[in-house]
């Protein structure tokens, strides 16, 4: 369902998108200062999981901590499309 989402939006500048090997445990989209965040609970859905709204207001807080794991997982990801997202 996110793929077809995004498949919409991907020619817009800054868009990109990865897959993880592994298990994320949580969907991120993240806008400078501001990151939406959705951890996938047990025995949920996605549309199920509660959505936190984090902004960035202090060194290492929620969001950096978030920010930090993501972009360990970015890091080993795939991309989704050929080239990235804004072709």
Do not use: C
Not at 23 to 44: C, E, G, K, Q
Request: hydrophobic share 35%; aromatic share 10%; no cysteine.
């Amino acid at each position: 369902m996110t793929l077809a989402e995004l498949e919409k939006i991907k020619k817009q500048p800054g868009i990109d998108a990865r897959f993880s090997e592994g298990h994320a445990y949580l969907s991120v989209f993240r806008f400078d200062d501001d990151m939406i965040v959705t951890p996938l609970l047990t025995h949920s859905v996605g549309h199920d999981a509660p959505t936190l709204h984090l902004r960035r207001h202090q060194d290492d807080g929620m969001f950096d901590r978030f920010a930090q794991h993501v972009e360990e997982l970015w890091s080993r990801g795939h991309p989704v499309w050929e080239g990235g997202g804004d072709e």
